[in-house]
């Protein structure tokens, strides 16, 4: 029922829409599980997955800082994936990670939370041009080390009249009676602050406001962070201390539900002045739309609110997001004899143009030619696939075979058997040299193939055993049982082309079988527990919680490799992956994820997460 009452209601939506020449579409859901799981990766793929469909059908995209949801669009178009003739504009609205969150004392606690704060940040620096409704927003990102792009614009947010008030309407001189907060519920709007400055104007029953009848919070309801009680409970808490302890008499309520139109209907009602004591804010409709419609409103003079009033009104309305100055204001306004002919509150020039500067910002962009493709002028540099085995000799034929099907061809492989011992791995070892590296006819016009056998050393010993001999400027390193899609080496190298990566890695298609994956498949037949397995890319902060960056099947230069050392040789550790990304970050090598399933990889199906993932 609810999901037919819910799609009823989009329909609706998207006729409203289409009558405004606004299509409304929704991204299909992923077609294999994606891991691990959390909103904003699946959302950012879900969008990424539809933007890459529709290559070419969209000149310019729009997204929010905040979820992230670009992020995984950004880096593929970043990487010359896709999306090559499209502009990414990316409006600056207070990121939730860097700006909400902090400011409401909401810090990371986990790694989706650290996760989402690179999500949010790299979505704006991979983009064309940033828009922000303020300068202060764009200079706070900036003071959080955000690298913004070139072209960053501050354009105020639009309010639009309704219908039905198409010009705003003169204050009547009824005094004031009623205070009403407006916004959502929480912290940084400045809850607090409220409860604490009617803590000191009831402080004092001579100067206590007498005609104050009724104070309204008129907003979304929001948990506190520390109680994770409603905001609501925890201010009515406060209210009823603040009567038992003073000659206040006001009564209270909350309007938790309203949408726009209802809340700004209810506060041109007569007596009643609209408080916005924000902590911190960028550039809030909720002024734009008290001046536009008339509503008389004070606001404390944070972050980019004094960039919508008048310069001349900022006296009249503004104050300091201190109690006595929120005080002083108040008082100053239940004093105020206001009538019809007091002036109102006058907008500031720059939001009077933002209707057309955006129209204009659209033209400039589009007019705008886009660069040439670097890669179509890239070398052709030798990659050294580096392969480890161990007692795993019949999959590697899979992985070779996958090798022969790649349209880049200039490559050696270096296989390292790592100490096998069991007479089926030896002699299929053998039979291996025979058919694959020491195939003259196979391998004409390639260069050449090398497989050796060393003593059981460990992962990362076999590794680096294998690069000794490599010749490549650039090192592959693959397990025996992987297979490359035929696409994988030239996307790598195009991609390390165009970004000056160091070294890249790239997402994982999983599946639970011997079988290949390679071979043609029956009508719907599926890889067995089959999922794609992300991974963010360089990111210090997250890659202290878990490795984010990558598999062990990464693509490095020579160059970097040796500069860090290699891969550590400690026995039965494991994670020598994770620590080898890490050296890389901290050595300055930029390090990049491809957006892209370009091997397939074998999982164990009873692996807890691939169990669950089911579930």
Request: charged letters at 20%; hydrophobic letters at 40%; a negative charge.
């Amino acid at each position: 029922m609810l999901s037919i009452i819910l799609r009823r209601q989009l329909i609706k939506i998207g006729d409203r829409l289409e009558q405004k020449r606004i299509r409304l579409k929704f991204v299909e859901s992923e077609t294999q599980p994606f891991w691990p799981q959390a909103w904003t990766p699946t959302a950012s793929l879900r969008v990424w997955n539809h933007l890459r469909q529709h290559d070419g059908d969209y000149d310019i995209v729009h997204f929010p800082d905040n979820t992230g949801i670009g992020y995984f669009s950004s880096l593929a178009r970043h990487e010359g994936i896709a999306l090559q003739q499209t502009r990414f504009v990316v409006g600056l609205h207070g990121a939730d990670v860097e700006w909400a969150a902090m400011l409401n004392k909401r810090y990371p606690q986990d790694r989706y939370a650290v996760e989402l704060g690179v999500f949010e940040q790299k979505t704006a620096e991979y983009a064309d041009a940033v828009v922000a409704p303020s300068d202060y927003m764009l200079e706070y990102v900036r003071s959080r080390g955000w690298q913004l792009p070139t072209a960053a614009f501050v354009l105020p947010n639009i309010v639009k009249l309704t219908s039905n008030s198409s010009s705003p309407s003169p204050t009547t001189s009824i005094p004031i009676d009623e205070l009403v907060f407006f916004g959502r519920l929480e912290e940084r709007k400045g809850t607090r602050l409220l409860i604490n400055t009617l803590e000191q104007l009831y402080s004092d029953p001579d100067t206590a406001p007498p005609s104050l009848k009724m104070i309204t919070f008129l907003g979304r309801d929001q948990p506190d962070v520390k109680t994770r009680m409603e905001a609501s409970a925890l201010l009515g808490e406060a209210l009823l201390s603040i009567k038992e302890h003073s000659n206040a008499t006001f009564d209270y309520q909350f309007l938790t539900t309203y949408d726009r139109d209802d809340a700004l209907a209810y506060l041109q009602g007569p007596g009643r002045l609209a408080v916005l004591p924000s902590l911190a804010d960028n550039s809030p409709s909720t002024v734009l739309e008290c001046i536009a419609y008339g509503i008389r409103f004070i606001a404390s003079d944070v972050g980019g609110v004094p960039e919508l009033v008048h310069p001349e009104d900022h006296n009249r309305v503004l104050f300091k997001p201190l109690v006595s100055s929120f005080v002083d204001k108040l008082r100053e306004s239940f004093l105020a004899k206001i009538d019809s002919t007091t002036p109102l509150i006058r907008p500031s020039p720059a939001t009077q143009t933002a209707s057309q500067d955006w129209i204009s910002l659209h033209h400039h962009l589009v007019s705008l030619p886009f660069p040439p493709d670097s890669a179509l002028s890239r070398p052709s540099p030798l990659i050294s696939i580096c392969i480890t085995h161990y007692e795993r000799p019949h999959l590697i034929s899979q992985l070779l075979d996958s090798l022969l099907l790649q349209s880049y061809t200039n490559f050696e492989v270096v296989l390292v058997d790592d100490g096998s011992k069991s007479p089926a791995s030896l002699s299929r070892l053998e039979e291996l040299d025979s058919i694959y590296f020491a195939n003259s006819t196979l391998l004409a016009n390639r260069p050449p193939w090398t497989s050796f056998r060393i003593k059981n050393s460990y992962l990362g010993e076999a590794r680096n055993e294998a690069a000794k001999v490599a010749n490549g400027e650039w090192l592959l390193f693959l397990d025996d049982d992987d297979v490359l899609k035929p696409h994988a080496l030239r996307t790598l190298v195009d991609v390390a082309f165009r970004t000056k990566a160091s070294a890249l890695s790239t997402w994982l298609d999983e599946f639970a079988t011997d079988v290949n994956p390679l071979s043609p498949r029956k009508a719907n037949e599926e890889l067995p527990h089959r999922r794609t397995y992300w991974f963010l890319g360089q990111e210090l902060g997250a890659g202290l919680l878990l490795n984010c960056y990558g598999s062990g099947n990464i693509f490095v230069t020579r160059s970097a490799f040796d500069a860090i050392g290699g891969f550590s040789t400690y026995r039965e550790v494991g994670a020598e992956d994770w620590e080898f990304y890490t050296r890389l970050a901290l050595a300055g090598e930029k390090q990049l994820v491809v957006p892209e399933e370009l091997i397939y990889v074998r999982s164990d199906p009873s692996r807890y997460s691939m169990v669950s993932a089911r579930l």
